[in-house]
């Protein structure tokens, strides 16, 4: 079994930036992507984007490319999410999760961590 935490949320201002950290354990030699979701409060969680294991290949959501950036150091398990030009409505928990080879979904979810950004 794959697990998975996040860190790096925090309280920032509009038009500032932040990388988030998700740091992968246990059976990592089976990860095949690892994504990114947010949920806004009062909203159900949305997709964010995801990064292929083997090649740092990534697909985004529309709503943040060229704005946020998913980049992964295999050496450290670690995936990373950089936002930037944050905006109020970018306020929500954000979520790492990982796919196994051969999984046809997301099975290790993190806890989230929280980015509050204010104006």
């Known amino acids: 079994q794959v697990r998975v935490v996040e860190s790096g949320g925090g309280s920032v201002q509009t038009g500032d930036s932040r990388v988030l950290s998700c740091a992968a354990s246990?059976?990592?030699?089976?990860?095949?992507?690892m994504a990114w979701f947010l949920q806004a409060p009062g909203k159900e969680r949305e997709f964010l984007g995801t990064?292929?294991?083997?090649?740092?290949?990534?697909v985004y959501v529309d709503s943040v490319k060229g704005r946020f950036f998913i980049s992964r150091d295999n050496a450290k398990n670690t995936v990373y999410l950089q936002m930037n030009n944050l905006k109020p409505e970018d306020t929500a928990v954000y979520y790492c999760?990982?796919?196994?080879?051969?999984?046809?979904?997301?099975?290790?979810w993190g806890q989230g961590t929280q980015v509050t950004v204010s104006s």
């Open positions: 246990g059976r990592t030699f089976s990860i095949y992507t």
């Open positions: 990064i292929r294991w083997s090649d740092g290949d990534t």
């Open positions: 999760a990982s796919q196994e080879v051969g999984a046809h979904e997301f099975t290790s």
